[in-house]
């Protein structure tokens, strides 16, 4: 029952600025969220990890976006942000909220996906 809603693409010039934000509901009491981040995939490219982090805070930057993407999360919405500055064209992108999680009783791990939202970046 964990659904993901997207919100914050759109078109913007190189340069500018998105703030993507993504929120977890339904996950109730008896799912545990060990990590939320972001994915993007450009037509014909492969998808690739942009930004993660974790339930304690501990972050992962793809080495393309370090010093301009910043991930943050608010635990206790079960909401993930993308804050993404000094855009470029490289960066236009569909880009997908990822959680990861499982239930306190069982050792399998569970993957949910929002339904993508598009980045374009313009020069």
């Known amino acids: 029952q964990v659904q993901l809603v997207e919100s914050g693409g759109g078109l913007v010039q190189a340069g500018g600025s998105l703030r993507l934000s993504c929120a977890a509901s339904?996950?109730?009491?008896?799912?545990?969220?060990?990590?939320m981040g972001w994915y993007r995939q450009a037509p014909g490219k492969e998808r690739e990890l942009v930004a993660a982090?974790?339930?304690?805070?501990?972050?992962n930057y793809a080495d393309s976006v370090k010093g301009r993407f910043t991930i943050s999360r608010d635990n206790a919405k079960n909401t993930v942000y993308l804050e993404m500055n000094s855009l470029k064209p490289e960066d236009t992108a569909v880009y997908s909220c990822?959680?990861?999680?499982?239930?306190?009783?069982?050792?399998?791990?569970?993957?949910?996906w929002g339904q993508g939202t598009q980045v374009t970046v313009s020069s």
């Open positions: 990822n959680v990861k999680g499982q239930h306190p009783w069982s050792s399998s791990e569970y993957d949910f």
């Open positions: 339904g996950t109730g009491s008896f799912f545990s969220i060990n990590a």
């Open positions: 982090i974790t339930r304690g805070g501990n972050t």
